[in-house]
């Protein structure tokens, strides 16, 4: 079975949710005009990032009567999408989220768990954390999500593998850092190597999108990528360049790779699990 | 091993890219600068004129009685080197009433009232022109103090504030910044004859070097020791750094509500936009 996937390299403006979701509309469009399947929103895609005391007037509620999602169920009709935004549940917590919409339903959001508070970031003070990293079935087999920090950390990505996911979706507003005699940023770098590593370690699909544009005096450096499960490059978005970029993949590949590589069968699922408890508990010593 | 080596075609590429998005997100499509003949404004004038275009940018050169020709006529050749638009507002006019005013005047007071007049005729022509001004600092001078508050330090965006001067120089050599004004020494043209590395006590070469372990690779004052720093030069830098701390803040707001600009009222610069 081969799918196209979409990857949306795009701007925002900041906390102004209603243009978002225009620019989010136009960028359906032009998708579905060149044939792909799913489309990949980056972090926060309807929102902006640096949001900070902007995050609650931006929150949104995901169902069929919010206005907003309202619109994308009814693009996801012939398209599968995955947007970025805040969602604010029924307690009033607010969290980084991002939902996966398909034949106009919500099939899953995934609530950001790891949320960078340190150096420039400062995400902890606006948002709550999310507190589960969920595989889920779709039209195109078995997927999950992360959100930026999520996938710097390798615990996630290996428990959506351990739970099914054959494609990983990663979206991220990463700002860009460490200017070097290099002709990318050191950050770029870093962020294209762990998703070849965690393509080629889980023999899996990564694809990530990361936006572009500027916010106060940040810059998102966009070179989205999709990895396939040899670990080889399927296509790279141009840095700081706006695109809607379409590229296909064969999830046939999967069988092929496994078959040669089978590190998943040979994954010991319940030696990790008992090795975790061992490490728990010794870490829960007082003298620890 | 301290390398302070940039890609210079990056930097233009994220700095030219900030330029344009910073001006335009608030509806402006014009900038100005004062340029001085020395590197930082020299830099910050290319990359504007790359961003924005050359018709779109303002060169405001403004020299004191005792500014020297050479930087003058340094500041023409970039100005007909990119097209840019220019004009020349001598200050010595509007600054010398009140230099003269008092006769313990200082070589740093007079400086500083020079700097100041600067800001006031760049915030002027910015109404003028309708264009933003464009800042110079440098992160070395930024994070040394070397500079006048509400002074040349004024400024609605800047371009240049994350790279040290030794990288200042290298994107200028990549932008086609004359050699002349690259191989001349840095200078604040405060004074006759004065040069920034004289009036430091160092030079550009040694203290980024020792900025960059401190500051972006966070060692510590005796792992720069370890590193063949004398003791005396990291104090002086770090008192530097502590003492001018309050030119890269905004002043403090004494708290008494519930919620106050600054603490708890947290909005981006870019909000809405």
């Not at chain 1, 790891?114 to 589960?132: I, K, Q, V, W």
């Amino acid at each position: 079975m081969k799918i196209r996937i979409a990857l949306a390299q795009c701007n925002t403006k900041l906390g102004d949710v209603s243009t978002n979701l225009e620019k989010h509309l136009s960028l359906i469009g032009e998708a579905k005009r060149k044939q792909a399947d799913l489309v990949i929103f980056p972090e926060l895609s309807l929102t902006g990032y640096a949001l900070q005391d902007l995050a609650v007037t931006a929150a949104l509620r995901p169902h069929q009567e919010d206005p907003v999602f309202k619109e994308l169920l009814l693009a996801s009709q012939d398209i599968d999408l995955m947007v970025g935004f805040v969602h604010e549940d029924r307690r009033h917590r607010f969290f980084i989220a991002s939902a996966y919409l398909s034949q106009g339903k919500i099939l899953h959001i995934h609530n950001k768990v790891y949320l960078p508070t340190y150096g420039m970031f400062d995400e902890g003070r606006f948002f709550a954390h999310g507190n589960s990293a969920r595989a889920f079935n779709t039209r195109f087999g078995r997927v999950g999500m992360l959100i930026c920090e999520d996938f710097w950390h390798a615990s996630l990505p290996y428990l959506l593998w351990l739970n099914g996911a054959d494609i990983l979706l990663f979206s991220s507003a990463s700002p860009g850092r460490g200017l070097n005699e290099n002709p990318r940023l050191s950050s770029s770098q870093w962020v294209e190597h762990t998703n070849r590593a965690y393509a080629g370690l889980f023999t899996t699909f990564v694809a990530h999108t990361n936006r572009v544009g500027y916010e106060d005096g940040l810059n998102f450096w966009g070179g989205s990528t999709i990895f396939d499960p040899d670990g080889d490059l399927v296509i790279r978005v141009p840095d700081f360049t706006p695109a809607l970029a379409v590229a296909e993949i064969d999830l046939n590949e999967l069988q092929r790779t496994r078959t040669r590589l089978p590190l998943l069968r040979d994954e010991r699922i319940t030696m990790v699990q008992k090795e975790l408890e061992r490490i728990i508990s010794e870490n829960d010593r007082p003298d620890h | 091993m301290i390398d302070l080596t940039i890609n210079p075609q990056l930097a233009e590429t994220i700095l030219t890219g900030f330029i344009e998005s910073e001006l335009n997100r608030v509806g402006f499509s014009k900038t100005l600068l004062g340029l001085s003949g020395g590197l930082d404004s020299a830099v910050s004038l290319y990359l504007s004129a790359k961003a924005l275009g050359p018709e779109n940018v303002l060169a405001v050169c403004m020299p004191y009685k005792t500014s020297p020709q050479n930087t003058l006529d340094d500041a023409q050749t970039m100005i007909d080197d990119l097209g840019v638009q220019s004009l020349t507002i001598e200050i010595t006019d509007m600054v010398d009433p009140l230099i003269n005013r008092f006769e313990d005047m200082t070589k740093l007071r007079a400086g500083n009232i020079m700097a100041r007049m600067r800001m006031i005729v760049l915030y002027d022509q910015s109404v003028a022109f309708n264009g933003l001004v464009m800042g110079t600092s440098n992160k070395t001078e930024m994070l040394l103090g070397y500079s006048t508050v509400f002074g040349d330090a004024a400024a609605a965006l800047q371009p240049i504030g994350d790279l040290y001067k030794t990288q200042v120089r290298q994107l200028a050599r990549h932008l086609g910044v004359p050699d002349k004004v690259l191989e001349k020494a840095p200078s604040a043209d405060l004074w006759d004859g004065q040069t920034d590395e004289g009036e430091l006590g160092f030079t550009y070469a040694e203290v980024d070097k020792l900025l960059y372990l401190l500051v972006d690779q966070r060692y510590r004052p005796e792992d720069c020791v370890e590193e063949g720093f004398e003791k005396a030069f990291i104090d002086k830098v770090m008192g530097l750094m502590r003492r001018n701390h309050f030119k890269r803040v905004m002043p403090p707001i004494a708290k008494l509500s519930q919620r106050t600009i600054g603490y708890d009222f947290l909005y981006p610069r870019d909000w809405g936009t």
